[in-house]
């Protein structure tokens, strides 16, 4: 079954940090662009930032909102892709959501998405 | 960046009937070398992640029911509901991958009974 599961999150202190990862199970996870969405309490959706594929350089981009505190990552032999948030800010907490694109070129639609985890960033 | 806006924020539609959700973008997402429109139509139920619908506008992912339907091209797109089921109860999204960084989403539109 194709999958993504999450772990990581809960509750941090403002300034601290937090790493959240992604397995994927059921597809060749290296040959694939992973996302990180996320959702503020009932709020929309708003992306974080991707990583790409190796044999597409590995490079990652991210929102405005997030560039210069958060860091995404893969290590394609394990299968799974993290998302290390420093610097958290009370306007970070939200639910998480992992994603993996489709393989069209430039970009792709979301087709898989995990289970997403809550980070909560407060006093 | 691309800013995605949909309409109405939230519509309420009696069992049976048609629901019509509308998405507009600030520049076109229609890439002239494939001429393919990079918009996606998500679901999202309480409590769940969001699940994809349709994309290239119009392409229904798999195990989609066919009620589901997408129209238009460049700027302007719709998402078609045939006849509203109970379990359509969601806020559905676009998303335009035309240009990225960032992708964005519109606000959603909450769809009740």
């Known amino acids: 079954e194709v999958q993504l599961v999450q772990s990581g999150g809960g509750l941090v202190q403002p300034g601290r940090s937090l790493r959240l990862s992604c397995t994927a199970s059921g597809f060749t996870f290296g040959d694939y662009v992973m996302n990180w969405v996320r959702q503020a309490p009932g709020k929309g959706l708003e992306w974080v930032g991707f990583i790409r594929s190796k044999a597409n350089g590995g490079t990652t981009e991210y929102a405005a909102s997030v560039r210069g505190r958060f860091t995404i990552s893969r290590d394609d032999s394990k299968r799974i892709a993290y998302l290390q948030m420093n610097s958290l800010k009370t306007e970070d907490t939200a639910v998480y959501y992992c994603?993996?694109?489709?393989?069209?070129?430039?970009?792709?639609?979301?087709?898989?998405w995990g289970q997403g985890t809550m980070v909560t960033v407060s006093s | 960046d691309i800013v995605m806006t949909q309409s109405p924020d939230s519509l309420a539609v009696s069992l049976g009937e048609r629901a019509t959700i509308n998405c507009k973008s600030s520049?076109?997402?229609?890439?002239?070398?494939?001429?393919?429109?990079?918009l996606a139509w998500y679901q999202q139920k309480p409590g769940q992640p969001p699940k994809l619908l349709l994309y290239?506008?119009?392409t229904r992912h798999s195990g989609v029911p066919d009620r589901f339907s997408g129209s238009g091209s460049g700027t302007d797109f719709t998402l078609t509901i045939s006849s509203l089921q109970a379990e359509d109860v969601a806020v559905y999204y676009c998303q335009q991958y035309f240009s990225a960084p960032p992708y964005t989403f519109g606000q959603g539109t909450e769809l009740e009974i």
């Open positions: 520049q076109s997402v229609l890439y002239s070398l494939d001429n393919k429109n990079y």
């Open positions: 290239w506008a119009s």
């Open positions: 994603t993996r694109e489709g393989l069209w070129r430039p970009h792709d639609a979301f087709y898989i």
